[in-house]
C-alpha cells in the first residue's frame, strides 16, 4: 500500500473554513404554534358544516310527530316559488329555500290545483309526496252513521275534511242546488234524503258535489227497495216513507223491532191518533232537555200535539229502516197474547211500544192498559 492519501480540508473539522460552516438548511415540520392553527380551522370548519348538515336535517325532518293535517289549498297558476313561500308562511314548513332545493334535489313537483291535507312539520318528503298526487287521487273517507241529521252530518265532515265548512254544508243542504227525486215539489231541504254511509272525499271534492253523491245513493236504494210503489202499496209518497223511516231509524235499536214499529206508526196514522213518537220531540231541540219539558214545546215535530206525519224526515235512514218502512208487520194474529181480552168488534192491532231490555228493544201492546202494564215492567227492570 502506497501511502499517497491526500486530505481534505474537510477531513479535518478544525481547518474547514469558516464559511463551509454555514447553515446548511435543516429541513424542520411546521412550528407547533402554527399547526394549532391550522387544526383549530380544521375543526371549526368541520364543526361549521356538521351544525349545518344537522341544520338543514332538522329542516327536511323536524324533530318530533307532525301535527293534525291542515287544509292546503294550490291554484292553476302556483309554482314552486310562491307554493314554498305559503307552506312557510302557514307554517306547513320552516324553510322555504330549503324546501325549494330539497324539491329540486328530488326531481321536482308538478302542482295540481285543488285542495290538499298536509301535516305541519312533517318530512318534507312526505308533503312533496301529497303535493305531487292530483287532488281527484287522494282520499279521505268519511263515515255517516245511520239517524245522522243533517246538522250531524255538518259536523262529522268537517270534522274529517276541515276544508269543507259546516256552515256551508248546511246551506248548500237547503239551497236547491242540490235536488231529490223524493223529495215533494217546492222542498229544497235535503234532510232525511242522504243516505248514510261511508264516503270517499276527493282531494278537489266540493260540499255540492258530496251531496250530490249522497242524495244519488239514496235515490239508488230507495229504488232497490221498491219505494217508487209506495204509493200503491201503502198509499204514501216516498217521501212520506222516508219521514216514517227516519223515525223508524231513531226509535229502533234491534232490526226485529223496525216493522213493528212500522206497523204502530201505520195504524196510529189510520186512526187519527197522535203518533206520540219520543224521537220527534229531540229534532233541533236542546238535548239537556228531558221528554216531559219537550213535550210542552209548540213546534210542527212535537208529535204529541200534531197528529199526522211531522213536517220533514228527521233523521237519515238506512236500508233495513227504509225496508221495514216499505215492508211493515202483519198485526198480531187473533190468538196472539196481546190480543186476548179485546172486544169481539174490536180489531187487534199494534198501537204501542216501549222499550223493554238493556238492549233497546222493545214489547208492543194492543190496548193502552197493556201498554201500561208494559210501562210499569220497564221502569222496575231499570231500563226506563
Not at 159 to 180: C, I, Y
Not at 191 to 201: A, M, S, V
Not at 299 to 323: D, E
Not at 352 to 365: L, N, R, S, W
Request: aromatic share 8%; glycine share 8%; proline share 7%.
Amino acid at each position: 500500500m502506497t501511502n499517497d492519501w491526500n486530505e481534505d480540508p474537510w477531513d479535518v473539522v478544525d481547518e474547514v473554513p469558516a464559511h463551509s460552516l454555514e447553515k446548511q438548511g435543516i429541513t424542520r415540520g411546521p412550528s407547533r404554534p402554527l399547526v394549532l392553527v391550522v387544526v383549530s380551522v380544521f375543526l371549526a370548519l368541520v364543526l361549521i358544516a356538521g351544525g349545518g348538515s344537522l341544520w338543514y336535517l332538522r329542516q327536511v325532518n323536524p324533530v318530533g310527530d307532525p301535527a293534525s293535517a291542515v287544509n292546503f289549498t294550490v291554484t292553476a297558476n302556483d309554482t314552486l316559488n310562491n307554493v314554498s313561500s305559503r307552506l312557510e308562511k302557514e307554517k306547513i314548513i320552516t324553510s322555504a329555500r330549503v324546501f325549494r332545493w330539497y324539491v329540486g334535489r328530488k326531481g321536482g313537483i308538478t302542482f295540481y290545483p285543488g285542495y290538499f291535507l298536509l301535516k305541519p312539520h312533517d318530512h318534507m318528503g312526505n308533503i312533496m309526496s301529497v303535493l305531487n298526487t292530483p287532488p281527484a287521487q287522494t282520499f279521505t273517507n268519511v263515515t255517516f252513521p245511520e239517524g245522522f241529521t243533517l246538522d250531524q252530518m255538518a259536523s262529522r265532515l268537517a270534522e274529517k275534511v276541515p276544508r269543507l265548512d259546516a256552515a256551508n254544508f248546511l246551506q248548500q243542504s237547503v239551497s236547491g242546488s242540490v235536488t231529490s227525486s223524493f223529495a215533494p215539489s217546492g222542498s229544497t231541504n235535503l234532510e232525511g234524503l242522504l243516505f248514510p254511509d261511508t264516503y270517499q272525499i276527493s282531494g278537489d271534492d266540493t260540499a255540492t258535489r258530496v251531496l250530490q253523491r249522497m242524495a244519488g245513493l239514496m235515490e239508488r236504494v230507495g229504488r232497490q227497495e221498491g219505494i217508487a210503489k209506495s204509493e200503491e202499496r201503502l198509499g204514501y209518497s216516498p217521501y212520506e216513507v222516508l219521514i216514517v223511516a227516519s223515525m223508524i231509524e231513531r226509535e229502533a235499536k234491534v232490526d226485529a223491532d223496525r216493522p213493528k214499529i212500522a206497523r204502530v206508526i201505520y195504524n196510529r196514522l189510520k186512526r187519527k191518533m197522535l203518533l206520540q213518537i219520543d224521537a220527534t220531540l229531540r229534532y233541533k231541540q236542546d238535548p239537556a232537555l228531558s221528554i216531559s219539558d219537550l213535550q210542552k214545546i209548540d213546534f210542527p215535530y212535537n208529535t204529541y200535539l200534531y197528529k199526522g206525519l211531522p213536517p220533514t224526515p228527521i233523521a237519515q235512514p238506512g236500508r233495513a229502516s227504509i225496508r221495514a218502512a216499505l215492508n211493515p208487520s202483519p198485526n198480531p194474529s187473533a190468538g196472539d197474547p196481546i190480543c186476548v181480552g179485546l172486544k169481539a168488534n174490536e180489531k187487534c192491532e199494534y198501537l204501542y211500544y216501549v222499550i223493554a231490555d238493556k238492549e233497546g228493544g222493545h214489547v208492543f201492546a194492543a190496548t193502552f192498559a197493556q201498554h201500561e202494564a208494559n210501562i210499569v215492567k220497564a221502569k222496575q227492570a231499570g231500563v226506563m
